[in-house]
Structure formats: structure tokens, C-alpha cells
């Protein structure tokens, strides 16, 4: 069935209650052929649930899902083209690595030669083809994911689903397991669906990033979309602590009390919102620097980060600013200091 | 197939089994306690018959019924039952706490073992240790043969064929039948919380009375069910080490099966058994679910 | 361990502690002792000797009951562990009415006195021939399902207990992987619970073995099993052969738990290479 390669996953109004409780709540999502969907989200906002719905192993209480135009939604995982790969990493422990990846040829009863041709291939994409007579508990973590990996892309499926890919992983590995992995999946091509509430790793693994909340998507777009242009303060402070400031509409003016200033607003816009602005997006001027807005404030607090120093201000009004600035710059508490910003550094959300 | 259907059809097995094997013999119990004895096969009246005029016509008879209620041997069983079945309960508590705290605060290394130690008699012959003591408590049995020898005593002690004998015997047989629950909760109470008790200023007896026990409740109430509900109708023990003053409900239920060849008094005896325990059954149920983490 | 007791409560503990398992095995040394005694009575030692002994390997009666509680023992707790494996995973996947009736009947099994379940059993069996024409009289056949009962409910503990423990995603990748339902239980978990089928069947084993009140019920003439065997001449008087034949059992069990036990310890090191 010829279908555009942009819907190439189709999740189209799934939903799944357990009880009163809706996990997920009428969600559709489009991926296209070969990208990575992110979802993104705090614990218990559903993307679990749903992820698990594209493999089979939640049935939805109503909705479809389609792959290449093809309605998989009554299908039971072990028919579906969709393989997993989970947080725990699930191996079976009774199996060699290369039992574990030859696992799911062996259900397809393919030729012995074929299945081991194609083990190879998976040791190789993952470098672990030394390994391939170890048990899993005789490999490191880093060790064990990449076999988790293999194995689900073994059966070269259709759509690849990751459960918090470098969840288990400890800081050092992350990094370098996340550059990894991002080459493996390219080189595969395999449409994917990431699982992750790190944003770290939703914003360098996906193409789009689906923003949940309490079963429903947010937010739609890419990582630079949404980092830049939140839809509102919880989607903004996934990727990091925001300095709000309560504002307010009157006569085709957003008011912002606390900063003291205000901007040009659409005209009939009413009511309070807030405005947000990034720590790192606001200077501490030194003597004779300008920017174009510009206010005054108290150091409470001057707290040494390593790569950056993070300062604790306070305005008039007692409303506290944060910004991160260099570590050198050696701000003592107590000391009044002009903080500068740009305005298209400020963002415009709900109240 | 989906996973759940699967589940579902294998359960079949086990339900249907448990349908033939346990709920339809309770029925039959009832049909057969409705009926008198006789001398043919099968032991027992029918419910029907057919009369003259073709019409089924009730046979049954509440007559085993009646001698239970009647007859003071029975409630003397019943009391007798329950009397031994609290004292061994009491016994066995009182020492498997410090053995199962005890194996509990043992290094890792030494648990195994301990707790090996407790369930190897369990697995040899019930029967066999409950006779083994027939030896030590008879007149001229090892017990008597020390005290006489050391001079405790003057005359043997008139131990086995008593219902002192019986408790002996019921501690032995059910010791591990408690050990091994109160062991089970006792290593969940984690060795922090007893330590922040002792930093605040608990001496080990207090922390034991306001810390574990209460912690520990629900697991030792369990334990004293797993111990009373089968020591209620014991049989071996009381049979091999009790006397003529000593009569529970296992041996009645015995006696009427295979010395009377009364089935219908037997059924009934079953029955009333069953009723007295349903209550400690159903409460041992509740404590179980409620700590679905497993053992 | 900062919460240790001290002196005499210390010394309290102990002593309760070390009379509880003096307790236990008390009696079962005594039984190995007698069971070289060579003098009949109790209280005068006659002598090292091994009569005893070879008058249990001339003792037909007991040599036949033996045989035929090891096999009944053999039959039950095989077929008990497929029950009881088959319980244990209802246990855990089902829910609702099934999974309380089902919880309801395996815990009565493991608790109700032996004299119910004996009786019940009984009165099932009559019924059933009479109604089918099988289990055609008292035998080894109804002591065999008498004990598979009983035993499932054992080993369906055991299994339940250790099926909790299990990753549930362990299966679900196997399914996710392509295998049925069927297929990803009977090749992935069960393998990984094997350890506690073993358990599950050795205790069913042992309970056949050791089970003296069910089986008179639903036994007949002519197929006495070992413990009824040993019942009867008990009552008739202390006979020093059982003590030979309690020492042979209790040795034989002590040899399987311990070795059971360090072969479970072999296999768990983690530095295992298969």
C-alpha cells in the first residue's frame, strides 16, 4: 500500500486507562520513514504505556496503529514488526550472547547459515563479536545494552522501540554510549521511537521530540523548536530551570511589574502570563556594558559550579533571579551588580 | 494466542483439579454424614429410594449428626483439640522466637546452615521422630533411666501415654512449621531501623517489644495458624504418644473411620473440623495476601 | 551489630536458642545410637552391632512396602510439579475470582489436618468408581493421587514464590522477539525457574514418603506403603529395625539436603564459566 513516507508510523487516537486513570489519553503521532521520535516526559506521564502499545504489549482501549499503512493493532507482539529494546535490557540469562540474538531468527525459522550470517552481522554492528560465548552475566552494563541492541535489531524490524536506552547507565558511559548508539541507529536507517526522561538524550538522539504530560503530548517539533520555544513553564523546565516572572495584558501590552518593562503584545490578548527567561541567557554587565534591557539586583548567593558559576539575585521586590555565569567571575554576596539580557531571550508563557 | 489466553487455558488445569480433588469431596462428605451405616458396599445408606408408588422418597438421616451434638465424647474431642492445639501453638512460639530471631541476625554465611539445621528433621520421617520419643519418655525410657540415675527422682515419672507426652510430641513435630515464618518476617526487619533504635537509646529488649514484635506481628499470627489449624486434627502424635485420658478429633475421626467402620459419624466429625477451622483458615488467608511479598 | 544483648540476657538467648535445636535432634541421634545397639532394650547398651540392619534387608515387608512407597513417591511428585507449576503461574498471571479460589484451595491443602484430606479422599475415590468404574479399588493408584493433591499445593508454592521474583520483561522480550505465549514460558521461563522445580519436586517426594494418615485411608489390601508398614509394628511394640530403618532414611536425607545445598551454592558463584 503506497503510503507517504512522512507517516510511515502512524499512532492515531490511542488510548489506554487503567481504571479511572487515563495513561494515555487520545494520542496521535505521525514518524516519518527512517526518523527518531522522541518522547519525552517526566515519570507517569504515559510514554511508557505507549510505548509499550506500539510493541503489543499493552492493548489500547481505543485507537490504531499503523505501520506503513498497515493496521498492526490487533496484532499480538510476536507477529508485529516492531522489536524492543528494554530498560532492563531483559537478556536471557540461561543463553549466550549469541543464543540471545539468534533468539528471535529461531522464531522465524530461518536457515541455520542465514542466522548465523546474521548474528555476525549483529556482533559486528554492535563490536561485540568477541563476546559471543558470554553468558550476560559475565559482561559490564555498557556490555550487556549493546547486546539488548543487536538482539532487537536482529530481525531487522520495521520500527525499533528503545525503553530509556542510557537509563542504567552511570554518567561516564552515557555520553559515549549515546554517540554510539546515534551512529548505529544512522547506519541502520530503522525508524525509531525513544523512550526517555532525559533531555539530554532527547535532544541529541531524535529527529522530533513529542513532549508528554498526564497521558496527553504537549508539544510536537524539533529539539531546537522545543528548547527554544516551550509551549508552556513544564515543557520549558524539562531542559532546565527557568527564571519566571509573573506579567500581566492590558491595552496591547504585555506588563512585566517585576522587571520593569514591557513589550508589545498582540492586540486583544488578556489576562496574566508569565515570562521566562534562561540563567545562561543573562549577563552580568560589567562598567560600561549595555544591553537592551537592563536591571539591578542584590547577590544573595555565589555558588562555584566547576564549569560555571550560578548567582542568586535579588530584585526590589524580593523576587529571586538566578544566572549562570562564568566561573570567574568572582560576584560577591552583597554586592549590587546590573544584569543584562537581550529581549528575544524572553520567552511569552501561560500563566 | 495472546499471553492472557494462555494463562487462562493452563489454569485450567490446576482449577479443575482442585474442582474434583478438594471442593467435590467436601460435598460428598455432607452426602455421606446424611447417611447411616451398613454392611455392604458402599458402607453407607442411600439418600433416595424408589417407593411403591414411584416416587422418590428421602432416606437420609441426621443421625450422625445427632450423636455429635448427644454425645459428650465428641465435645470432649473438640474441647480436647483445641486445648492441645493452643498449648502447642504457645509452645512452639515460645521457642522458635529466639531461634528464628536468632538464625535471622545470623552473618549470611551462617543462615544457611542454621536454617538447614532447622528443616532437615522435617524432611525425615514424621512418624519415625514422633516414635523416636516413645523411647526417651517410657518408664524405662532414657528420660527416666538419667533422672532416676542422677537422683532426681526416686520413682520413674509416668510421662509417655499422658497428655504431657502429647505436647511433647506436638512441639516436636510442629517446631519447624513455625520456625521457618517467624524466621521469614524477622530477616525483613532491616538491621537499620534496630540500629537507629539502639542510637536513640532502646536497649535490645525495648527495641525487641516496640520495634520487631510489632513489625514481626503479622508474621508470627501466621505462624501460630500454620501451627494450630493441622495440629487440630493431628493424628500420629497423639495416637503413638497419648492415654485413655487423652481424646482429639483426629483420633475420633480415626477410631469411628476404622474401628467403627461408621463413615457417616466420620463424615460428620469431618465436617465439624472443617467448620471449626474455617475461621483460622480464612484469617490466615487475609495475612498472607496481605504480605504478597513472597517467602 | 550494635544491637547485640549483653551478658545474662545474652546468656539467656543462647541457652534458649541451643535447647531449641538440642530439641530437634535430641531424638534423632538417639534413634542412630540405638539403631547399633545390640541389646533390644533401650536402657543397656549391648554392644556396637549391625543386626539390626541386615535383619531389615530380610524383612520382606518391609522391603516391599519400601519399593512401593518409592514408587508412588516417584509418580506423585512428578506429576505434582506439572500441577503445581501450572498453579504457581495462575497464581501469579491470573486475577479476580479465579486467582481467590485458586489461592483458597492450594493454602487449605498445605494447612488442613491429614485426617480431612485422607477421608475426603477416600469418599471422592468410592464415589468415582462407582460412578466411572475408575480408580477401580484402593491402591496404589489412589495413594498416588491422593499425594499429587496434596504435593501440588507444595510446589505450587515454590513456583509462585519464585516466579515473583523473576523480570517480567524477560518474557515479554521473548515474545516481543517473536515467540508465543507458550513458547516464550516453556523456553525462557521455565528454564530459569528450574531450580525451584527441582525443590518443588523433591518436597512432593518427601511428603509421599513421609505420609502416613492419607495413605491408610485411601490405600488397600495389599499395597501397603512404607510409613503404614512402620505404623503397625510400631503399635505393636518398639522393634529395633525401624530404628536401622530411620537411621538409613535420616543419612540418606541429610546426604541429599547438604549435597543439594553445595551444588546450589556451586552453580550460584558468579564466577561460574559454563
Redesign the interface.
Known amino acids: 500500500m503506497a503510503v507517504d513516507a512522512a507517516e510511515f508510523l502512524r499512532i492515531e487516537g490511542i488510548t489506554r486507562r487503567f481504571g479511572s486513570i487515563h495513561a494515555v489519553d487520545a494520542v496521535s503521532l505521525d514518524v516519518a520513514r527512517g526518523d527518531t521520535l522522541c518522547l519525552l516526559g517526566p515519570s507517569g506521564c504515559g510514554k511508557s504505556t505507549l510505548l509499550r502499545t506500539i510493541a503489543g504489549l499493552e492493548v489500547p482501549d481505543a485507537g490504531r496503529i499503523l505501520i506503513d499503512g498497515e493496521d498492526v493493532t490487533g496484532m499480538p507482539p510476536h507477529e508485529r514488526p516492531v522489536n524492543m529494546m528494554f530498560q532492563s535490557y531483559a537478556l536471557f540469562p540461561h543463553m549466550s550472547v549469541t543464543r540471545n540474538i539468534a533468539f528471535g531468527l529461531e522464531r522465524q525459522r530461518l536457515p541455520r547459515a542465514l542466522i548465523r550470517d546474521r548474528v555476525d552481522e549483529m556482533l559486528a554492528l554492535v563490536s561485540l563479536t568477541e563476546f559471543a560465548d558470554r553468558r550476560p552475566h559475565q559482561l559490564s552494563g555498557g556490555q550487556r545494552q549493546r547486546v539488548a541492541l543487536a538482539r532487537a535489531l536482529a530481525r531487522h524490524p520495521r520500527v525499533l522501540l528503545l525503553d530509556e536506552p542510557l537509563g542504567a547507565l552511570d554518567r561516564q558511559l552515557r555520553e559515549r554510549t549515546r554517540i554510539e548508539l546515534s551512529a548505529i541507529l544512522e547506519r541502520v536507517g530503522v525508524t525509531c521511537v525513544i523512550v526517555t526522561h532525559d533531555q539530554e538524550e532527547a535532544l541529541t538522539l531524535a529527529d522530533t521530540i513529542a513532549v508528554m504530560q498526564a497521558g496527553r503530548v504537549t508539544q510536537v517539533g524539533t529539539p531546537d523548536a522545543i528548547y527554544e520555544h516551550p509551549v508552556d513553564r513544564e515543557t520549558a523546565e524539562l531542559f532546565g530551570s527557568l527564571n519566571l516572572f509573573p506579567a500581566s495584558f492590558r491595552g496591547g501590552q504585555l506588563h512585566c511589574p517585576a522587571l520593569g518593562f514591557s513589550i508589545d503584545a498582540p492586540a486583544g490578548q488578556q489576562g496574566d502570563a508569565s515570562l521566562a527567561i534562561r540563567p545562561e541567557r543573562l549577563a552580568v554587565l560589567r562598567d560600561g556594558e549595555q544591553r537592551n534591557q537592563e536591571i539591578t539586583a542584590i547577590v544573595e548567593r555565589s555558588d562555584f559550579l566547576g564549569a560555571s558559576r550560578l548567582l542568586l539575585l535579588r530584585l526590589d521586590d524580593q523576587t529571586g533571579i538566578r544566572v549562570l555565569t562564568d566561573p570567574g567571575n568572582r560576584v560577591e554576596a552583597g554586592a549590587e551588580v546590573r544584569i543584562g539580557f537581550d529581549q528575544d531571550a524572553i520567552r511569552v508563557l501561560p500563566a | 494466542?495472546?499471553?492472557a489466553?494462555?494463562?487462562?487455558t493452563?489454569?485450567w488445569?490446576?482449577?479443575g483439579?482442585?474442582a474434583?480433588?478438594?471442593?467435590?469431596?467436601?460435598a460428598?462428605?455432607l452426602r455421606?454424614s446424611l447417611s447411616e451405616p451398613r454392611f455392604d458396599q458402599?458402607p453407607y445408606t442411600e439418600l433416595f429410594a424408589i417407593d411403591e408408588t414411584g416416587h422418590w422418597v428421602w432416606e437420609g438421616s441426621l443421625q450422625a449428626w445427632r450423636w455429635l451434638f448427644e454425645d459428650p465424647t465428641y465435645r470432649d474431642a473438640l474441647l480436647g483439640s483445641l486445648v492441645m492445639a493452643s498449648l502447642t501453638t504457645i509452645a512452639c512460639l515460645l521457642?522458635?522466637l529466639?531461634?528464628a530471631w536468632?538464625i535471622a541476625?545470623a552473618p549470611l554465611a551462617w543462615r544457611?546452615a542454621l536454617l538447614?539445621?532447622?528443616?532437615?528433621?522435617f524432611?525425615?520421617?514424621?512418624?519415625?521422630?514422633v516414635?523416636?520419643?516413645?523411647?526417651?519418655l517410657?518408664p524405662?525410657?532414657?528420660i527416666n533411666?538419667t533422672l532416676l540415675g542422677t537422683g532426681i527422682i526416686d520413682t520413674p515419672l509416668l510421662i509417655l501415654h499422658t497428655n504431657a507426652a502429647v505436647l511433647i510430641g506436638m512441639t516436636?513435630a510442629y517446631?519447624?512449621f513455625m520456625?521457618l515464618p517467624l524466621y521469614a518476617t524477622f530477616v525483613r526487619i532491616e538491621?537499620d531501623l534496630?540500629?537507629a533504635?539502639?542510637?536513640l537509646g532502646a536497649t535490645?529488649?525495648q527495641?525487641f517489644l516496640r520495634i520487631s514484635l510489632p513489625l514481626a506481628w503479622p508474621g508470627v499470627l501466621a505462624g501460630c495458624?500454620?501451627v494450630f489449624?493441622?495440629a487440630?486434627?493431628?493424628?500420629?502424635v497423639p495416637d503413638?504418644l497419648g492415654g485413655p485420658d487423652n481424646y482429639m478429633?483426629?483420633t475420633a475421626?480415626?477410631n469411628e473411620?476404622?474401628r467403627n467402620a461408621d463413615?457417616p459419624t466420620?463424615?460428620a466429625l469431618?465436617l465439624t473440623?472443617?467448620l471449626v477451622?474455617l475461621a483460622p483458615?480464612a484469617l490466615?488467608?487475609r495475612l498472607?495476601?496481605r504480605d504478597e511479598v513472597?517467602? | 551489630m550494635t544491637t547485640r544483648a549483653r551478658g545474662p540476657a545474652r546468656a539467656g538467648f543462647i541457652t534458649a536458642v541451643s535447647f531449641g535445636y538440642a530439641f530437634l535432634y535430641v531424638p534423632i541421634v538417639l534413634l542412630v545410637i540405638y539403631s547399633f545397639n545390640d541389646s533390644r532394650l533401650v536402657t543397656v547398651w549391648g554392644g556396637f552391632s549391625t543386626r539390626w540392619y541386615s535383619a531389615l534387608l530380610d524383612n520382606p515387608v518391609l522391603l516391599t512396602a519400601a519399593w512401593r512407597s518409592l514408587q508412588v513417591a516417584t509418580i506423585s511428585a512428578s506429576l505434582a510439579t506439572l500441577v503445581g507449576l501450572a498453579a504457581g503461574l495462575a497464581l501469579v498471571r491470573l486475577s479476580g475470582l479465579r486467582r481467590a479460589l485458586l489461592m483458597a484451595s492450594f493454602g487449605s491443602l498445605l494447612v488442613m489436618p491429614d485426617v480431612l484430606i485422607g477421608l475426603s479422599m477416600l469418599l471422592l475415590f468410592v464415589n468415582l468408581e462407582q460412578w466411572l468404574g475408575w480408580p477401580a479399588g484402593r491402591g496404589l493408584t489412589t495413594v498416588s493421587l491422593a499425594h499429587l493433591t496434596l504435593a501440588s499445593a507444595y510446589v505450587a508454592v515454590v513456583v509462585r514464590a519464585r516466579l515473583l521474583q523473576l523480570d517480567t520483561s524477560i518474557e515479554e522480550a521473548a515474545r516481543d522477539l517473536g515467540a508465543r505465549p507458550g513458547q516464550a514460558f516453556w523456553l525462557v521461563t521455565v528454564p530459569l525457574i528450574k531450580p525451584a522445580l527441582i525443590a518443588g519436586w523433591l518436597l512432593a517426594f518427601t511428603l509421599s514418603l513421609d505420609d502416613l494418615v492419607v495413605a491408610s485411608f485411601v490405600s488397600g489390601p495389599g499395597s501397603s506403603t512404607l510409613p503404614m508398614v512402620i505404623y503397625s509394628s510400631v503399635r505393636l511394640g518398639v522393634t529395633p529395625e525401624v530404628n536401622a530403618l530411620a537411621t538409613l532414611l535420616i543419612a540418606a536425607v541429610a546426604l541429599g539436603v547438604i549435597s543439594a545445598a553445595w551444588i546450589h551454592h556451586m552453580i550460584s558463584r558468579p564466577d561460574t564459566r559454563r
Open positions: 494466542m495472546t499471553a489466553r494462555f494463562v487462562s493452563t489454569a488445569l490446576p482449577l483439579w482442585m474434583v480433588f478438594l471442593l467435590l469431596p467436601v460428598i462428605l455421606v458402599p521457642l522458635s529466639p531461634m536468632a541476625r544457611t538447614l539445621a532447622v528443616i532437615l528433621p524432611w525425615t520421617s514424621f512418624l519415625i521422630r516414635y523416636a520419643w516413645i523411647s526417651l517410657k524405662e525410657g532414657l533411666t516436636y517446631l519447624p520456625v538491621d534496630l540500629q533504635a539502639a542510637d535490645p529488649w527495641t495458624l500454620l489449624i493441622p487440630m486434627g493431628d493424628f500420629v503413638l478429633l483426629g475421626l480415626w473411620f476404622f463413615w466420620a463424615s469431618a473440623m472443617l477451622l483458615l490466615l488467608q498472607q495476601r513472597p517467602a
